[in-house]
Structures are given as structure tokens and as C-alpha cells.
T-cell receptor, first 116, second 111 residues
Framework: GAVVSQHPSWVICKSGTSVKIECRSL??????MFWYRQFPKQSLMLMAT?????????EQGVEKDKFLINHASLTLSTLTVTSAHPEDSSFYIC????????????FGQGTRLTVV | DAKTTQPTSMDCAEGRAANLPCNHS???????VYWYRQIHSQGPQYIIH???NNETNEMASLIITEDRKSSTLILPHATLRDTAVYYC????????????FGKGTMLLVSP
């Protein structure tokens, strides 16, 4: 199956600073990637769909100017949390949809963001 | 996508079979049943999926009822490392459809 590498695994930042999270598809090219967010003791919630070469599609309630998504190549999508605040502290996970017969999605290991 | 209902938590003794149920009574004809699990502080891991026939792989077995309104994920010999939240998700296989995660079942495997 596809390997999805997410970096960093964890990050601590100060309020007001920005943090960039990278998601790489190592096995195949991905024109689409998904970004999820998971708060403690809650399930994963889809934040946005990252589209290679075009603008990301954001779910209702997710601020596009705060969560900047760049999908500049077929193997890399980045999520930048701008002007982070403590309420942005969460577990961020990226996903690459399966291709061809492999229709399952593959997930990165997640990034634990703590804003202090 | 159809909604699923799972028990909040289940316990299982190490070495025994873990049977995790899922109800999806509103599933439509083109929707598959997917199972993922999430070990604490990790990304979800794909386990298995099926349409209407029972499926088996190296990780688990998936039993889908004839009317497709419910299914059971079976871990034949649970180990401590199988402790995780298990998500049953129903979705179509068309295009890049996303996965909608419910609350899942917290499976605790004990010695």
C-alpha cells in the first residue's frame, strides 16, 4: 500500500506564530490529498481537500485564510496554520486516496500541534 | 454517505477473537463498508473493506449480512497491539470520495 509521510510528528509553537506541516505521498502521485483535524477524545473531521495545481476546497467553518494549503507537486501538500492560537492545538492528519484497484485511503502518522 | 452506528467500547481478552459490530441500515447499493483503526496518537490504518461478500485478509475478516444493513469485523486472535479505536465507514467507491469518521469503537485488549 501507499506510504504517506507527514512531518513534523509534533510541534510546539508560540501564539501568533505560523506552523507548516508537510504531507508527502511516497509511492504514487496524488492530485488530491485530504487534511483532517482531531481534537482530544473526538473523531477525525475533514478540514479541506488539497488539489494539485489549483485552490484547496475547505469544509464549512474552516477558515481558508488561517489554514493555508499548498499542493505544488503531485507528491507534496502543505498545511500552514497561520497566527496560531491555543484553540488550534490539535492532531492534524493528511490522507491520500487510493488509486486504481487500491481504493482505500492512506493516512500520514499525524502531527500533534501544541500552541502555547 | 450512509451513517453507521457502533458500540462506544468493547473489551477482549488477549488471544480471543474480537467481534466488532456495525449497523448501517441506510446503506445504498453502490456503497462499500470500510474498516479503519486508529491506535492512540497515530493516523488511521486501513483494515479491510467489502461490498456484499465476506472478505478476509491478513489482518481481519469482514462479515456483511445478506441485507447489508450490518457488518462485523473479526480479529481472530486479538493481541495487546490491537487496542485501538475501530471505525466502520460506509462510502461509495466512485472518484475521490472522502471518509466520514464517526466515533468508532474503543477496543481494549487485556492480558
Amino acid at each position: 500500500g501507499a506510504v504517506v509521510s507527514q512531518h513534523p510528528s509534533w510541534v510546539i509553537c508560540k501564539s501568533g506564530t505560523s506552523v507548516k506541516i508537510e504531507c508527502r505521498s511516497l509511492d504514487f502521485q496524488a492530485t488530491t490529498m485530504f487534511w483532517y483535524r482531531q481534537f482530544p477524545k473526538q473523531s477525525l473531521m475533514l478540514m479541506a481537500t488539497s488539489n494539485e495545481g489549483s485552490k484547496a476546497t475547505y469544509e464549512q467553518g474552516v477558515e481558508k485564510d488561517k489554514f493555508l494549503i499548498n499542493h505544488a507537486s503531485l507528491t507534496l501538500s502543505t498545511l500552514t496554520v497561520t497566527s496560531a492560537h491555543p484553540e488550534d492545538s490539535s492532531f492534524y492528519i493528511c490522507s491520500v486516496p487510493g488509486q486504481g484497484k487500491a481504493t482505500e485511503a492512506f493516512f500520514g502518522q499525524g502531527t500533534r500541534l501544541t500552541v502555547v | 454517505d450512509a451513517k453507521t452506528t457502533q458500540p462506544t467500547s468493547m473489551d477482549c481478552a488477549e488471544g480471543r477473537a474480537a467481534n466488532l459490530p456495525c449497523n448501517h441500515s441506510t446503506i445504498s447499493g453502490n456503497e462499500y463498508v470500510y474498516w479503519y483503526r486508529q491506535i492512540h496518537s497515530q493516523g488511521p490504518q486501513y483494515i479491510i473493506h467489502g461490498l456484499k461478500n465476506n472478505e478476509t485478509n491478513e489482518m481481519a475478516s469482514l462479515i456483511i449480512t445478506e441485507d447489508r444493513k450490518s457488518s462485523t469485523l473479526i480479529l481472530p486472535h486479538a493481541t495487546l497491539r490491537d487496542t485501538a479505536v475501530y471505525y466502520c465507514i460506509v462510502r461509495s467507491n466512485s472518484g475521490y470520495s472522502t471518509l466520514t469518521f464517526g466515533k468508532g469503537t474503543m477496543l481494549l485488549v487485556s492480558p
